[in-house]
């Protein structure tokens, strides 16, 4: 399977920018990490391939950042409102074909990934 990210960007405190990552091929979860300068890479959000599942995000994102997928598309979201300084980094699409919850978002229980992109926030 591959990843492809796209709608990084560049743009000021309190904006909004949506990324999309294109799969190639069927997904189970699919999740978004970001790694920071100088930081471990982290787990932002995740949801699962069913309809039923509860979509998983990072207590520093949950009232911020929306997850969400069109299984029809193979295409993943992330729609991200309210965006500050801390949250620059390079964000990477990641994805895993069996079926297990998608929490908790370990790089291990991943074995797809995208490129990155870069999302900076001044």
């Known amino acids: 399977v591959q990843l492809v990210e796209s709608g990084g960007g560049s743009v000021q405190a309190g904006g909004s920018l949506r990324l999309s990552c294109g799969a190639s091929?069927?997904?189970?979860?699919m999740g978004w990490f970001r790694q920071a300068p100088g930081k471990e890479r982290e787990g932002v959000a995740a949801?699962?391939?069913?309809?039923?599942?509860?979509?998983y995000s990072a207590d520093s994102v949950k009232s911020r950042f929306a997850i969400s997928r069109d299984n029809a598309k193979n295409t993943m979201y992330l729609q991200m409102n309210d965006l500050k300084p801390e949250d620059t980094a390079i964000y990477y699409c990641?994805?895993?074909?069996?079926?297990?919850?998608?929490?908790?978002?370990?790089?291990?229980?991943?074995?797809?990934w995208g490129q990155g992109t870069q999302v900076t926030v001044s």
């Open positions: 949801d699962a391939y069913i309809g039923s599942s509860i979509p």
């Open positions: 990641a994805a895993r074909t069996w079926d297990d919850r998608c929490a908790p978002m370990t790089e291990s229980r991943f074995n797809y």
């Open positions: 091929g069927y997904t189970y979860c």
